[in-house]
């Protein structure tokens, strides 16, 4: 039987029970990472997600080259991810309600927000408009992509406006804030939404802890950045356990429903 | 081939051009290859190490645009604000929690009519610097910013701001206070007032914390300043892991105002005098004050509905990628 060491209290859980709790360690409740393809597996009703977009490409217009160009990064992470990048949007039903829902994985360049996952936040805001269903956004993200420079920066812009005009038709939005979600995400449509739910062990900030460390040149608490931690500073409306995530769902849209 | 000119290669393409030197030594060793001219692979050879030194040419250009763009002799926020606009009221606070002195707010007038101004002010000398946290905010300047402008919303008055800053301030109380749903806030306000918003980027233009004054109708830079996701210091510590890659991160980054021209993230460049603004800041002042009576004429007459739709607009069609 394969093995998993869990991140938080190193002890040993098996493949299939880890898989089965959903990515979240029997033992102390540490929740790991979850890929797009198996968060929307657990969270939408089977056989239920119609995927939108999908024929948008990143491209590396800027020729952006670091310690390798973009576009070979661009390569390597579709094959080794399988996805075409870094947030997933489409039609689902969730217990039987529509939503218009986005994923993003963190494993598609560190959930970066470039063109791409601008372009595909407007197409799935317009989307729900055009059909009247609630907004539902699973945010994984470090950030803006720093390969496509300042027009990563004015997805932020875009990302808020397209959000925006969901909130004034009066459709509600809602995000769930899952680990990690910082910089350009955070400071974007992820904090704009009517209610914001946080997954345990999420962490949520603007800079991230090594870059405030840096600044105040002291240790941060252990608790920064933390669902718990955010909680407590009214920046999150709630803290959901991942295995309850869909029936809070379901709850909410029902209320947003009359 | 001319080993001499490998030293002025950036580092980090440095061992791609050894690799192929060393080959096409290996290659002329080898007796079937004696006599053999290897002209071509010379040749491309030398055009290569030709376009990384035209690399290393720009990322220089770049890094110096960075550093006038920081210029601490450069006009700054309330050099304009003072030789700009008359009656200036300076207001304070966000009504919630606090005061923060980084972000300058208030009324004034300009050919005779009522604006609000915002900025990002930095300081000038140490004890300035500190009195304005060198132009880092936190949630409570973008609050009272977000204060001002419903207050310009309300009264019909247009909203000028004047961007500098090397980005939010990255500290523990500003993340506890809520920095980012803070940016987040003020960039969902300038798609909601119904008010001609102009931005200027008048020295450094640092990712969020620059973007939640700079959803502009129009937004200008002036020639020298930069605008950018993340400083190319911070982009070398993440992309290179070493501080050598900062002036190629200047380069790779496209922060100059003649990028931002380019790939239509804004509408104007304003010129400055020459070798910068920092030589003559009180014609550079003058300038960028010819430059807002211009830009609000331009806006004067547009109602509300589309100048708000028109930002929506222009910022929802920003974004490159390919459709299949």
């Known amino acids: 039987m394969e093995k998993i060491k869990c991140k938080n209290c190193t002890k040993d859980i098996e493949n299939e029970i880890f898989i089965l709790n959903l990515w979240v360690c029997p033992y102390c409740n540490y929740h790991h990472y979850i890929n797009a393809r198996d968060r929307l597996q657990i969270t939408v009703d089977s056989n239920s997600f119609i995927e939108l977009g999908k024929n948008i490409n990143s491209d590396d217009f800027l020729n952006f080259y670091d310690v390798k160009s973009y576009s070979v990064r661009l390569k390597e992470t579709k094959l080794k991810t399988s996805l075409d990048e870094a947030v997933i949007i489409g039609e689902a039903k969730i217990e039987g309600n529509d939503v218009a829902l986005g994923v993003m994985d963190f494993g598609f360049i560190g959930g970066s927000m470039g063109s791409v996952v601008g372009e595909k936040i407007k197409i799935l805001s317009n989307y729900c408009i055009e059909k009247n269903i609630p907004l539902v956004i699973f945010c994984a993200s470090g950030g803006a992509r720093m390969q496509e420079g300042v027009i990563s920066l004015m997805q932020m812009a875009k990302t808020v406006s397209s959000v925006n005009r969901v909130k004034e038709s009066k459709i509600p939005y809602i995000t769930i804030i899952t680990n990690p979600t910082s910089g350009g995400v955070s400071a974007s449509f992820a904090t704009v939404a009517d209610i914001i739910i946080a997954e345990p062990d999420a962490l949520f900030c603007f800079a991230g802890p090594r870059v405030v460390k840096q600044t105040i040149k002291k240790n941060l608490p252990p608790d920064f950045g933390t669902s718990e931690r955010n909680l407590k500073n009214g920046q999150v409306d709630m803290i959901v356990n991942r295995n309850e995530l869909r029936s809070t769902l379901t709850n909410l849209l029902k209320l947003f429903k009359e | ?324």
């Open chain 2, 1 to 324: 081939m001319d080993l001499k000119k490998l030293e002025e290669i950036p580092k980090s393409y440095f061992k791609e051009i050894l690799g192929a030197l060393s080959k096409l030594e290996k290659l002329k060793k080898i007796p079937f290859f004696t006599g053999i001219h290897f002209k071509d692979a010379e040749r491309d050879l030398a055009q290569k190490i030709e376009s990384y030194k035209k690399v290393e040419r720009d990322a220089k250009r770049a890094w110096k645009i960075v550093e006038l763009s920081r210029n601490e002799n450069r006009p700054q926020c309330l050099d304009y604000i003072n030789g700009i606009f008359e009656d200036f009221v300076k207001l304070s606070g966000d009504r919630l929690t606090g005061e923060d002195r980084s972000i300058v707010a208030g009324l004034g007038k300009i050919n005779g009519k009522t604006v609000a101004v915002i900025g990002h002010n930095k300081g000038k000398d140490i004890k300035q610097r500190l009195e304005y946290n060198f132009g880092m905010s936190i949630p409570q300047g973008y609050r009272k910013s977000q204060r001002i402008m419903r207050l310009a919303d309300r009264f019909g008055f247009p909203i000028v701001t004047l961007i500098d800053t090397p980005g939010a301030y990255p500290a523990l109380e500003a993340e506890d206070d809520g920095q980012a749903s803070a940016i987040a806030k003020s960039i969902l306000l300038m798609f909601e007032v119904k008010v001609p918003i102009i931005a200027i980027l008048i020295g450094e233009g640092g990712s969020g914390g620059a973007l939640a004054l700079a959803v502009g109708n129009e937004v200008a830079m002036l020639e020298n300043s930069t605008y950018s996701v993340i400083s190319p210091e911070g982009c070398a510590a993440i992309l290179w892991k070493n501080p050598s890659g900062t002036k190629l991160a200047a380069r790779e980054l496209r922060l100059t105002s003649r990028d931002m021209l380019r790939l239509k993230v804004i509408d104007r460049i304003i010129p400055e005098p020459i070798g910068g603004a920092q030589n003559a800041p009180g014609r550079m002042v003058k300038i960028v004050k010819k430059y807002i009576i211009g830009a609000l004429e331009r806006f004067a007459s547009i109602p509300g509905e589309e100048l708000k739709s028109g930002r929506a607009r222009k910022f929802e069609s920003m974004g490159f990628f390919s459709t299949e």
